[in-house]
């Protein structure tokens, strides 16, 4: 079935450092890919999507390029502050409507 | 804030019980979804209604069920409560009941079984 793979944490980094969470997929046909945030104490929130081969979504500094030929999609950011530290969540949704979701990634930013 | 309200935000019972929590969805969405978010298995997509008719159903639990009213929001019955169901619940809603269509969270309504 589909399935969403990533990385594990927690990870720590200082202000400025540059993260990368590693996200692989396993689904048939052509998924949507979804990198959501969940801030302390807060719901899940879109922080990106792409919904086909090569897509490059991006906010708020944040990137993420969905690779088939890898089946990827490695969220990154070149220089992370304080306010990032959340846990963030890649998903995918294939033509159904619900979306897996990996397991998480604890990132927390220190000043 | 998503626009998405769940109540209560805490709740806390014993096994055996039975609990409803409630989800609104965000104004002119038809669609919500459930989802349980749990130490052990993550986040997991529980079922999902579209106009008040169930669209598709996840890792539900017989001892589980929802529904969605005419006003279009959405309630959670969990029943039999074991250890294993304290989670994270959250409810998501959109537009339409269709993949290309965002989902939107709410804050989540933590379920302590003791």
């Known amino acids: 079935g589909d399935s969403v793979t990533q990385m594990e944490g927690p990870v720590t980094l200082s202000e400025e450092a540059f993260l990368t969470i590693n996200c692989t997929y396993t689904a048939t046909g052509y998924p949507s890919l979804f990198w959501y945030v969940q801030y302390p104490g807060e719901g899940l929130q879109l922080l990106l999507k792409a919904t086909k081969a090569d897509d490059k979504g991006s906010n708020k500094g944040f990137e993420a390029t969905y690779r088939k030929e890898t089946t990827s999609f490695h969220l990154e950011k070149g220089s992370v502050q304080v306010s990032d530290s959340a846990v963030y969540f890649c998903?995918?949704?294939?033509?159904?409507?619900?979306?897996?979701f990996g397991a998480g990634t604890t990132v927390t930013v220190r000043a | 804030d998503s626009g998405v309200t769940q109540t209560p935000k805490h709740l806390i019972t014993a096994t055996g019980q039975r609990v409803t929590l409630r989800c609104s969805p965000r104004s002119g969405d038809l669609s919500v979804y459930w989802y349980q978010q749990s130490l052990d298995q993550g986040l997991q997509f529980l079922i999902q209604?579209?106009?008040?008719?169930?669209?598709a159903k996840g890792n539900i639990l017989e001892r589980f069920s929802a529904q969605q009213f005419p006003d279009l929001h959405s309630e959670l019955n969990l029943s039999s409560l074991e250890l294993g169901d304290s989670a994270l619940y959250f409810c998501?809603?959109?537009?339409?009941?269709?993949?290309?269509?965002?989902?939107?969270f709410g804050p989540g309504t933590r379920l302590t079984v003791l």
């Open positions: 998903a995918l949704r294939p033509n159904d409507y619900k979306l897996s």
């Open positions: 209604y579209y106009n008040g008719e169930e669209r």
């Open positions: 998501a809603s959109s537009l339409l009941g269709t993949s290309e269509t965002e989902q939107f």
